[in-house]
């Protein structure tokens, strides 16, 4: 099991920018496909991006798609998420997770329930 830990987050205006990074440990990081989570208050966890072991796919949820850019450099074990165009909706606990497996096409579900201690993300309008 891989063991995250994220950082980058804060207080940022909308339309400002962000950039996201988890590094983790463990040897077999470039093994996985890694994705990016988030959880607003008062609402579940949700799927943000996620990206295949060599980093070619990327994959997104509707609301981030042409904000927010998935990559990964698998010599420093470390994943990142650019969020440009931030709005407030985007407000958030950001986490981290792998392996990330594929549910209706997509890989998109943490195959562990093992979460991070997050980094907070908060958009003023």
């Known amino acids: 099991q891989v063991q995250l830990l994220e950082s980058g987050g804060g207080l940022v205006q909308a339309g400002g920018s962000l950039r996201l990074s988890c590094a983790a440990s463990?040897?077999?990081?470039?093994?996985?496909?890694m994705g990016w989570f988030r959880q607003a208050p008062g609402k579940e966890r949700e799927f943000v991006a996620s990206?295949?072991?060599?980093?070619?796919?990327?994959y997104y949820t509707d609301s981030v798609k042409g904000r927010f850019t998935i990559s990964r450099d698998n010599a420093k074990n470390t994943v990142y998420l650019q969020m440009n165009s931030l709005r407030p909706e985007d407000t958030a606990v950001y986490y981290c997770?792998?392996?990330?497996?594929?549910?209706?096409?997509?890989?998109?579900?943490?195959?562990?329930?093992?979460w991070g201690q997050g980094t907070q993300v908060t958009v003023s309008s």
């Open positions: 463990g040897r077999t990081f470039s093994w996985y496909a």
């Open positions: 990206i295949s072991r060599s980093g070619i796919l990327r």
């Open positions: 997770n792998g392996p990330v497996d594929v549910v209706g096409g997509t890989p998109r579900q943490a195959r562990y329930d093992y």
